[in-house]
């Protein structure tokens, strides 16, 4: 990938007084590229390390400990001092193969801490802060030395404790149904056990997330509030033992980030936990595929079809040759074909040991298929579902891999549905352990799914994922991920997705990478008794407002074959771009999304609201000055409402330039979406 960077000169800068023995410096400071945020590490009297951030001079977060607790070592939260302190800053500009937008600026100032124990072994680790003008990340490194040549940690001792008030977007960690649940909007203070990223919104809008990054070799953190507005780090737990991480050392753990900014939007474009995952180690990933898909999916979630087999069988030959027809004849790059291989009949949920990832229902022919859809310039996308039965993947993982590589099927969606808690993964003396779908086996066991698929040229959409934390710089095979509760709650949910589930998913979830929420569906009767919960408008904004380089058509082919109007955007829209701005937009209530197609001139915007009608003023200074423009708009009708009158859309085209301003008319749980061609 081209990187333009500064000189090596202006990279790094000398290294910062480095304490004596004598006299140890009490704090430890640094502030970002622009003095935007600061940061500031001290120890008080116990010998107990503390960090707090401030932004243009006004506290964030405030004084927060800092620790590691060990199953089998004392832990290191007192009797520690500041050794030794440098600093260093960075600058590069770097392209990302797919994404948001093309180019990413990583432009840091970096603060390395060690801390060192005052009596005893003398112990020391390192506390790494990258600070940038959007946010910041931290982390702990430990060198390999006696008494810690292996980590054993029981918890973190990490708190992020807020300086203020705020209101917070957040989801419960440690339930049954893992990411998938709508979020909660609280006072902070009412905050109990959080997964991440939290969002949260001071009083006079300063917006706050906290995530973390690169999370490799280590279980996920979530957060829970302790008390008032301090919130701590709490490990997902391991598999049937006391500690939740076990490493050896040299080791870094993943990057705590936390990204602050005045507008909600500037979360959205922010890149901060992309710059704190390592470039990428792949090299060419052209073979790397965005695109738009059709499946054989929805018609399961409906009941007019089974993943098992018996004549509802969903993936058999004719149904299958169906899909690649209609994906060739409207621009589609792949069928996605669930329920394909054996192991769907009987109790599958949860279970996972009778699945075989190379063995196909007799109604069903990969190779004819995949060949089939290859002269008709589509491709099949895989799919792997495991019931949360990783081990038992993994006995078959090299096989499955070869056998979509020979065929010619370049993606796959993974899948682990099982209740959190009951994933099955291999222990160290070959027995099978249960794991919850965040601790470390299963962080290491998807890391083992993404680098065999990228020995294969393959990219991997998981289900019932790991949370995304920016691995797809590292790793750009790793294309999308679940995640969150997406469409098929609408399709049969108690409740199904609510009109403002949308709008928290964009300064939620979505903050931590791309999603496969399957948008797109015109059959607004569902198995749910609220239906789809959105208009047709909405339902096509989504492909601009929710980010995924793989995106879903989900709906029946019936429901587009009937409609070939609306349908038309869905055709028209990319998946993959060059800018992304976010030109309004407030947590859980609207947003405002404008893109422009890579290595083109065309933008799209999409525009969603919840259940409250809007009228949005939204200057287009995002387009190229001097030119003129076909906006072809796909708006909400004057009787248009989530409640009813869903399908009522006006399509209509006006000239427009950057000089204008559309007036965006949003009805109840409805959307705008247009096209912008340049002339």
Aim: aromatic share 10%; net charge negative; hydrophobic share 40%.
């Amino acid at each position: 990938m081209p990187i333009r960077s500064l000189p090596a000169a202006l990279l790094l800068c000398a290294t910062a007084a480095t304490a004596s023995a004598a006299a140890p410096p009490s704090k430890a400071q640094a502030c970002s590229p622009g003095n935007v945020l600061c940061v500031e590490l001290g120890t008080d009297n116990d010998g107990r390390p503390s960090y707090a951030v401030l932004r243009e001079g006004r506290a964030v977060i405030a004084p927060s400990r800092l620790g590691m607790l060990f199953t089998d070592v004392p832990k290191f939260e007192r009797n520690l001092e500041i050794a030794a302190q440098r600093q260093r800053r960075f600058d590069e500009t770097w392209e990302q193969p797919w994404g948001e937008r093309r180019e990413i600026r990583n432009h840091y100032n970096e603060l390395t801490v060690t801390l060192r124990e005052r009596s005893g072994p003398r112990r020391d680790f390192d506390v790494v802060f990258r600070l940038y003008d959007d946010g910041l990340g931290f982390r702990y490194a430990f060198r390999d030395q006696p008494g810690l040549a292996h980590l054993n940690i029981a918890e973190e001792l990490t708190e992020f404790t807020l300086a203020e008030d705020a209101t917070a977007w957040w989801i419960p960690a440690f339930e049954w149904n893992r990411e998938e649940y709508l979020y909660n909007t609280t006072p902070l203070q009412q905050v109990g056990d959080a997964q991440t990223p939290i969002t949260l919104r001071t009083g006079d809008g300063l917006h706050v997330s906290i995530h973390e990054a690169a999370l490799v070799d280590y279980s996920g953190m979530n957060l829970t509030r302790v008390e008032g507005r301090r919130l701590k780090a709490a490990l997902t737990p391991g598999s049937g033992t006391s500690a939740k991480v076990s490493v050896a050392t040299p080791f870094s753990t993943p990057w705590r980030t936390l990204q602050v900014a005045p507008r909600a939007g500037d979360l959205v474009e922010s890149s901060l936990i992309l710059n704190l995952n390592e470039p990428n180690r792949l090299g060419d990933v052209s073979w790397v595929k965005p695109m738009k898909y059709v499946g054989v999916w929805w018609e399961m979630h409906l009941e007019r079809k089974t993943w098992a087999s018996g004549e509802k069988h969903g993936a058999t030959n004719d149904n299958v040759r169906r899909h690649i027809d209609f994906a060739a004849e409207h621009g589609f790059g792949g069928v996605l074909v669930e329920g394909w291989n054996l192991g769907w009949d009987g109790d599958w949920f949860g279970n996972g040991g009778e699945f075989s990832f190379t063995r196909a229902y007799p109604d069903f022919d990969l190779e004819a298929l995949a060949a089939y859809a290859r002269d008709r310039g589509v491709v099949l996308i895989g799919h792997h579902e495991t019931s949360g039965h990783a081990a038992h993947y993994e006995t078959q993982l090299a096989d499955a891999f070869d056998l979509y590589r020979r065929v010619g099927i370049p993606a796959v969606k993974t899948g682990y549905v099982a209740d959190a808690g009951q994933a099955k993964v291999r222990a160290a003396d070959g027995t099978i352990a249960y794991g919850w779908h965040e601790g470390q086996d299963m962080v290491n066991h998807h890391q083992r799914v993404i680098a065999e698929a990228a020995k294969r040229h393959i990219a991997v959409n998981p289900h019932e994922p790991v949370k995304d934390t920016g691995l797809r710089r590292t790793w750009p095979n790793a294309i999308t991920r679940e995640g969150a509760r997406g469409m098929e709650f609408s399709a049969w949910g108690q409740p199904g997705n609510p009109p403002g589930h949308e709008a928290n998913l964009v300064f939620t979830r979505l903050l931590a990478g791309p999603m496969d929420y399957t948008p797109g569906i015109f059959g607004m009767q569902t198995r749910s008794p609220g239906g789809i919960q959105t208009t047709w408008a909405k339902q096509l904004a989504l492909y601009v407002v929710v980010y995924s380089p793989l995106q879903m058509a989900a709906d029946l082919l019936d429901n587009y074959e009937a409609n070939p109007a609306p349908f038309q955007f869905i055709k028209d829209v990319p998946v993959d771009w060059e800018t992304t701005r976010v030109l309004n937009g407030e947590v859980g209530d609207f947003v405002t999304i404008a893109r422009r197609e890579r290595g083109g001139d065309d933008w799209y915007l999409g525009a969603v609201t919840d259940e409250h009608p809007r009228t949005l003023e939204v200057p287009l200074d995002f387009l190229e000055r001097g030119r003129q423009y076909s906006a072809q708009i796909y708006r909400d009708g004057d009787a248009a409402d989530y409640r009813s009158h869903r399908e009522d859309i006006v399509i209509e085209t006006r000239e427009v330039s950057a000089t204008d301003t559309l007036r965006l008319h949003l009805a109840p749980g409805g959307g705008q979406a247009i096209r912008f061609s340049a002339h």
